[in-house]
């Protein structure tokens, strides 16, 4: 992609999906016919060559693409669903960190902040724990919180605990999201 936009409504979301998507189509070309070592040579320290992220290795790559998708996906859900009312917000991408979160909306009097991360099953709980920490500490005046994260981390069955953080569970390859 050649310039990723910050700012996400319903006029630019469609769009932004189709070129994000279309990035991706050759990632993993740089692996062809690699196996043993060499391939793990190669996803941990080649430069991937290509998508939104080709200075980075294949490895680190898939994490921030990973991550895009959830946030992308989650974000066209919140805008779909107008369920916080907001028009627009702000993302931040790959491992990007000029904002104090990776999703922002509103004003002052009805603000929305947000954290989003696509994890292993394994590290769910743990990055769910460090996210609602830095909600609290560093979004303590926002009005609404939201935690924005990749379905297959979670069981099937998953019901977030009442609170005052709303979740957003992204099913990146059917391209939905559930709001808790």
Do not use: C, W
Not at 76 to 90: D, I, M, Q
Not at 145 to 156: E, G, R, S, W
């Amino acid at each position: 992609m050649k310039n990723k936009t910050r700012q996400l409504n319903l006029d630019n979301i469609n769009s932004f999906i189709v070129e994000y998507e279309s990035s991706l189509i050759d990632i993993g070309n740089s692996l062809r016919g690699k196996v043993g070592i060499p391939l793990l040579q190669s996803v941990k320290r080649d430069q991937v060559g290509h998508g939104p992220y080709p200075h980075v290795t294949f490895f680190e790559a898939a994490n921030r693409i990973m991550t895009d998708l959830v946030i992308i996906y989650g974000v066209n859900a919140l805008l779909k669903n107008n369920k916080f009312n907001h028009p627009e917000y702000t993302v931040e991408f790959g491992n990007e960190n000029h904002n104090d979160f990776d999703i922002q909306a509103g004003s002052l009097e009805n603000n929305l902040v947000g954290e989003a991360f696509n994890v292993a099953p394994s590290f769910f709980q743990t990055k769910k724990s460090h996210a609602i920490n830095k909600l609290k500490k560093k979004g303590a005046g926002a009005k609404t919180h939201v935690l924005i994260f990749n379905a297959d981390a979670t069981p099937l069955d998953y019901q977030p605990r009442k609170s005052e953080f709303y979740h957003v569970a992204v099913d990146i390859f059917n391209k939905k999201a559930s709001i808790y």
